[in-house]
């Protein structure tokens, strides 16, 4: 069995500051042979951590082959509540992201390399600017490197909203309605990976596939950075193998160890129920369950919270995020979250809602500009299967414990001063 543990990889050398690029240098050897990087990122398996699981290789490829002026972007805006995963990468190894984002910028021949972290979160910021600051002056070849700092939300993050904020400066989703598609800032082709990924690429550069690949399964090869949030001692970054028991990273996380439900993946994922936390973390062992490791997020709800009430908070939380351009955001998710308010109160109003929402359900799938309602369509329906009972107790007029309880385990920022709303 795999055990979860703190893994020297991602975190190397990790203190509460940010490793200055001489100490940097000191914990990393030198890179590789960048000329020969792209068929050790083929033979790595790598795949995206950003939660589409995209193999990078394919990307790279992609890019490759257009023409242009391109850039590389990386994206660090973290716009789910419950992540913490990417601000604490680039607050503590910072130079092992800008390192792969470098790689990244040769093999497809960009010029220019675009960091994006919310202007909401000033000390990440602070951290980035000096690490940029730091190699501008001990190095000026190769792509330069820019910050920029989009207001944070949570469609801020998706990857065509955030090259569209870059071009435009407005975080609206690009339509695309086959994938893979190639986003561009002005007429320049764009790559776009996740802070966690770049650092892959940069130890990848450095140690070669094989290395890699003493983690993780054959499949879903590495080391995955994880935030455990919900019913935990205090929230943690974790940086474990991929297939560790889900038991096992939650034990590690001083979670709560026999949970109602465990969500896997954030706000766009799905609920793990309590009994199947033994499943490895990992995509293979997860997808005939109809999950993912997604954006690395794991939420812990214990049993004495109510699934349904945490539920209608998320999804109005969602409703209020989106870009509203299209149907199922501007009118789909708004219907939902009514629906599921209907069902917390109970009577015959939430019993013509739960039937209601099926329907909306199927409605909504697959029509939006990006993925936003998808996800929430994805979490709506797993809500409904696992927290089948607790449905059940709302319709017959006797909401369980948790719903009138004051404490809440999924983090919802904008939304906590409003929950007496689900009692008027």
């Not at 539920?311 to 789909?332: K, L, N, T, Y």
């Amino acid at each position: 069995m795999i055990e979860a543990r703190t893994l020297p990889r991602l975190f190397a050398g990790a203190t509460n500051r940010p490793l200055s690029l001489e100490a940097h240098e000191e914990m990393f050897k030198p890179a590789g042979n960048v000329a020969s990087l792209l068929d050790e990122l083929d033979a790595s398996g790598l795949v995206g951590r950003g939660g589409a699981a995209f193999p990078t290789t394919r990307k790279v490829q992609l890019l490759r082959n257009q023409r242009g002026h391109k850039y590389v972007v990386v994206n660090g805006m973290e716009g789910e509540p419950a992540a913490h995963k990417d601000n604490r990468l680039l607050s503590t190894n910072p130079h092992l992201v800008l390192d792969g984002a470098e790689m990244l910028a040769t093999m497809i021949g960009a010029s220019r390399i675009a960091i994006c972290v919310a202007r909401d979160n000033p000390t990440v910021v602070h951290h980035v600017e000096q690490a940029i600051h730091e190699r501008a002056r001990r190095n000026l070849r190769g792509p330069g490197i820019d910050l920029h700092t989009p207001p944070w939300r949570y469609v801020a993050g998706e990857e065509s909203a955030l090259v569209h904020w870059l071009d435009d400066n407005e975080s609206l989703p690009q339509y695309r309605p086959a994938r893979p598609h190639i986003l561009r800032i002005g007429r320049g082709p764009t790559m776009v990976d996740n802070a966690e990924t770049c650092a892959n690429v940069g130890l990848i550069g450095r140690y070669g596939a094989q290395w890699f690949r003493t983690l993780g399964t054959h499949d879903h090869p590495g080391s995955v950075v994880v935030s455990v949030t919900g019913a935990v001692t205090r929230p943690n970054v974790l940086e474990v193998n991929l297939g560790t028991p889900i038991s096992s990273l939650l034990a590690t996380a001083g979670a709560d160890p026999a949970p109602q439900a465990v969500l896997l993946g954030g706000y766009g994922g799905a609920w793990l129920r309590g009994d199947q936390i033994n499943t490895p973390y990992c995509n293979e062992a997860l997808a005939p369950l109809s999950l993912s490791v997604g954006a690395g997020v794991v939420a812990v709800l214990p049993r004495q919270a109510c699934g349904i009430v945490e539920a209608h908070r998320v999804v109005r939380w969602m409703a209020h995020e989106s870009a509203r351009q299209c149907g199922p955001c501007a009118f789909g998710l708004p219907a939902l979250a009514e629906d599921l308010l209907a069902v917390v109160r109970g009577g015959r109003d939430g019993v013509a809602a739960i039937a209601r929402l099926q329907d909306r359900c199927n409605v909504i799938e697959g029509r939006g500009a990006c993925r936003h309602p998808d996800g929430v369509v994805r979490f709506v329906r797993s809500s409904i299967d696992v927290f089948a009972a607790d449905i059940d107790n709302h319709l017959r007029g006797a909401p369980c414990a948790g719903a009138r309880s004051r404490q809440r385990y999924l983090t919802v920022p904008a939304l906590e001063h409003e929950e007496d709303l689900i009692w008027e």
